[in-house]
T-cell receptor
């Protein structure tokens, strides 16, 4: 079946530290990959995405590269801020073929809690 | 503009009662999704709609769960004869169309079954 595995949390960092949250996946077909973020008291929102191998998604200083050879989509940020404290979810959706649109439903990892201290 | 809204925000019910959860998607969005977020299971897909039809109901945990969508807009998730293991946050999302489009999530309904 299709699944997403994230590194266990929680992750606690000091401000300006480097962040990596690991994400690996198993999927049949052609997955699109996503990172969603849930800030305290808010709903899930899309952080970044990549739809094919070697694509890099980036937003708000966060980056993730779709690595087909290692089936990974690790999230990185060079210098975290207190405002980045949130829960981060890696997710995938499948496409029928390499150039097609996805089926839509998201399969999520278990989430990683990030806390950044001043 | 208005985002995805869900009601109620919190629902406490007794075991065995039926509950209805409502989702109002972003206007014009044709695809609508239901997910469940619980401590033990994480974020799970339940069902999605394209227009008023539901091509994929594979995530519904049991036949006590059902969902409908009318007029290509509002959707209702119904849980009959609720059990304690149904306690979770039920999330609704919508996207402009099925596919790689971003899914916009609502704030969720926290369901507690006593």
């Amino acid at each position: 079946g299709n699944s997403v595995t994230q590194m266990e949390g929680p992750v606690t960092l000091s401000e300006e530290a480097f962040l990596t949250i690991n994400c690996t996946y198993t999927a049949t077909g052609y997955p699109s990959l996503f990172w969603y973020v849930q800030y305290p008291g808010e709903g899930l929102q899309l952080l970044l995405k990549a739809t094919k191998a070697d694509d890099k998604g980036s937003n708000k200083g966060f980056e993730a590269t779709y690595r087909k050879e290692t089936t990974s989509f690790h999230l990185e940020k060079g210098s975290v801020q207190v405002s980045d404290s949130a829960v981060y979810f890696c997710a995938l959706s499948l496409r029928a073929n390499a150039g097609g649109t996805s089926y839509g439903k998201l399969t999520f990892g278990q989430g990683t809690i990030l806390t950044v201290h001043p | 503009g208005a985002g995805v809204s869900q009601s109620p925000s919190n629902k406490v019910t007794e075991k065995g009662k039926d509950v209805e959860l409502r989702c109002d998607p972003i206007s014009g969005h044709t695809a609508l999704y239901w997910y469940r977020q619980s401590l033990g299971q994480g974020l799970e897909f339940l069902i999605y709609f394209q227009g008023n039809s539901a091509p994929d109901k594979s995530g519904l945990p049991s036949d006590r769960f059902s969902a409908e969508r009318t007029g290509g807009s509002v959707s209702t998730l119904t849980i009959q004869r609720t059990q304690q293991e149904d306690s979770a946050v039920y999330l609704c999302a919508s996207s402009a169309r099925l596919g790689n489009n971003e899914q916009f999530f609502g704030p969720g309904t926290r369901l507690t079954v006593l």
